[in-house]
């Protein structure tokens, strides 16, 4: 069973940045990878980055490319997500997410355990 409580969310003006914390206990949190989705009001959720378990793989959605860094501190059990340059278009609920495998996925069903998420907020 892993537990995951993220953290980080808020209100900013476009082209700002925020920090994502996602705080995971539980199984060992080395040995799985990670990942962040985000969902809208009215749309399904979506894929926005994932790191593998030691951090040497990233992946992101081409909306967030260039903006947004995915990392993780395993000595910390903690995977953060920076975004700079942050646009109305990125206000939503994001997820954490921990994996069923070592490295990750884009899509929901390679994960095994959510976050109960937090809002962002971009205003123009």
């Known amino acids: 069973q892993v537990q995951l409580v993220e953290s980080g969310g808020g209100l900013v003006q476009a082209g700002g940045s925020l920090r994502l914390s996602c705080a995971a206990s539980?199984?060992?949190?080395?040995?799985?990878?990670m990942g962040w989705f985000r969902q809208a009001p009215g749309k399904e959720r979506d894929f926005v980055a994932r790191?593998?378990?030691?951090?040497?793989?990233?992946y992101y959605a081409d909306s967030v490319k260039g903006r947004f860094t995915i990392s993780r501190d395993n000595a910390k059990n903690t995977n953060y997500l920076q975004m700079n340059s942050l646009k109305p278009e990125d206000t939503a609920v994001y997820y954490c997410?921990?994996?069923?495998?070592?490295?990750?996925?884009?899509?929901?069903?390679?994960?095994?355990?959510w976050g109960q998420g937090t809002q962002v907020t971009v205003s123009s």
């Open positions: 997410a921990a994996a069923r495998g070592p490295y990750g996925s884009r899509w929901p069903t390679a994960y095994d355990y």
């Open positions: 790191i593998s378990w030691n951090g040497g793989s990233t």
């Open positions: 539980g199984r060992t949190f080395s040995s799985y990878g």
